[in-house]
């Protein structure tokens, strides 16, 4: 179930905040109980079988807290550990990475192992990193929780169930048990979910109509300027897709007394790739930086050979968390070499000559994200040696069409990468509250509107990290 369809947008939610402030506003336990119930609902609209996966997820990683927790000494917390990690890799690996292994296993040594076709239950890395960091959190001292209802809360919580961002088991524990919901978070939740829904629904989704006709067309045949036309609309639209189903995520947590940490710091402005991870998908970053980097050294290292070991490593890791394809692990492989020629360089920290830095980090972002949609590498390639004049054709008229149907999006997505129309808010605000606000309350009903009519439409409506 997609935040930006009907079903969840005029029955889920009205529904579940009905219940949860009509008929269950007195009792926190009560209200617990419905969120995780409501949740496992939710999870289990696409594929009933896939919410049995989530169950024993919650069941294992709950035992496995108490397992690490009451170990006495310390070789029996790390086993207790050790098995909680290889149980939740394994699962991760069987439904997302065991058919593309086999598969490749085939092709490199001739052989006919039968490749099964298994389903990728969604959002299974989120939920997955979500469950391994309740463990290894105890493991380092965190308090252990007793009640598996909450550890299922937190594992299986709806507005960031399948999308993140990826949260700490210590960061929210005490909202689970002692929050506080008030009609300014509430309202404060609803706007942010409608920013995030017009940046879904409004940008995202239609970008994707130019970046698919770049993507999906015939290479051969494409011209130069079109081939950047389609890249610069999947970097929208990728950016769009997921920086707005975390503010949908953000502002639903809210509306229910939950605060998630941010998880996009307006990425597109970086001036280095340093900078890039550490506004994009900040989650992730903070998840790969405290239980893979640190834990190997990081960067306080003796040896540069180990500090590129670790670096490569963590970047191995994260290109293969977002998918199991050759594409994915080059994508990885190409921060890698960024991030570690900015580390050993300090180029990331110089100043001066940002218009130089900011366009050498949007070049290598976008590039990276034409590997990033690519299927295949052959494919990735071709589509980048057509952007800078493989083919001979430097324009066509598919550049131009496309540019002319979609130009409003694309002013709108290049304005909003960057926090133009915040810095213009808060300084109107400070001049005139009064109309400032009804602009704002006005640009959000009307946001509101437009994007029910696409939603009721039957709009194009794809989501890119559906799958991860």
Not at 112 to 126: H, K, N, R, T
Not at 216 to 233: E, K, P
Request: glycine residues 8%.
């Amino acid at each position: 179930m997609l935040f930006s369809s009907s079903v969840f947008i005029f029955l889920f939610l009205p529904i579940v905040v009905f219940i949860y402030y009509v008929f269950l506003r007195k009792s926190r336990p009560l209200q617990n109980i419905f969120l995780l119930l409501a949740s496992l609902a939710f999870y289990a609209w696409g594929e009933v079988f896939f919410v049995f996966i989530m169950i024993l997820s919650i069941a294992a990683n709950y035992l496995f807290g108490i397992l690490v927790h009451r170990a006495k000494q310390k070789k029996a917390k790390k086993s207790a550990l050790a098995i909680s990690v290889v149980f939740n890799l394994s699962i991760l690996f069987v439904f997302k990475y065991l058919t593309f292994g086999v598969s490749n296993i085939n092709n490199l040594f001739g052989l006919s192992i039968p490749v099964a076709d298994i389903a990728l239950p969604i959002g299974i890395s989120f939920f997955t990193f979500q469950a391994m960091s309740y463990v290894i959190d105890v493991y380092r001292g965190e308090p252990v929780q007793k009640n598996i209802l909450n550890v299922g809360l937190y594992i299986s919580f709806f507005p960031q169930l399948i999308a993140g961002p990826i949260v700490r088991y210590h960061t929210i524990a005490d909202q689970i048990q002692n929050r506080r919901e008030s009609f300014d978070d509430f309202s404060a939740g609803v706007c942010r979910f409608i920013i995030g829904l017009g940046k879904k629904v409004l940008l995202a989704n239609s970008l994707a109509v130019a970046a698919d006709a770049a993507f999906d067309g015939n290479i051969s045949s494409t011209s130069a300027s079109f081939a950047w036309v389609g890249a610069v609309a999947y970097s929208l639209q990728i950016f769009f897709d997921f920086s707005g189903y975390s503010d949908m995520a953000l502002g639903l947590g809210r509306m229910f007394g939950f605060h998630f940490l941010e998880n996009f710091n307006y990425p597109y402005i970086s001036g280095s790739i340093t900078e890039f991870w550490r506004r994009w998908h900040i989650s992730l970053g903070t998840w790969f930086r405290d239980y893979v980097y640190f834990p190997l050294g990081g960067s306080r290292v003796k040896s540069r050979g180990r500090l590129i070991l670790n670096l490569f490593i963590v970047w191995m890791l994260t290109g293969i968390w977002h998918g199991a394809n050759w594409t994915f692990f080059v994508w990885g492989l190409m921060y890698f070499v960024f991030l570690t020629v900015e580390k050993l360089t300090g180029l990331h920290k110089k100043q001066g000559l940002k218009i130089i830095r900011h366009i050498y980090t949007l070049l290598v972002v976008v590039i990276g994200w034409v590997i990033f949609r690519s299927d295949t590498l052959l494919d990735a390639w071709n589509y980048i040696a057509v952007m800078f004049g493989g083919t001979g054709r430097l324009f066509d008229n598919s550049a131009v069409f496309f540019l002319k149907e979609n130009i409003v999006y694309f002013a709108a997505g290049l304005i909003c990468c960057t926090p133009a129309i915040r810095l213009l808010y808060h300084k109107l605000i400070s001049k005139a509250k009064r109309l400032t606000s009804v602009i704002a309350a006005v640009s959000l009903l009307a946001i509101t509107l437009l994007s029910v009519v696409y939603i009721i439409k039957g709009t194009y409506n794809p989501f890119i990290y559906f799958n991860f």
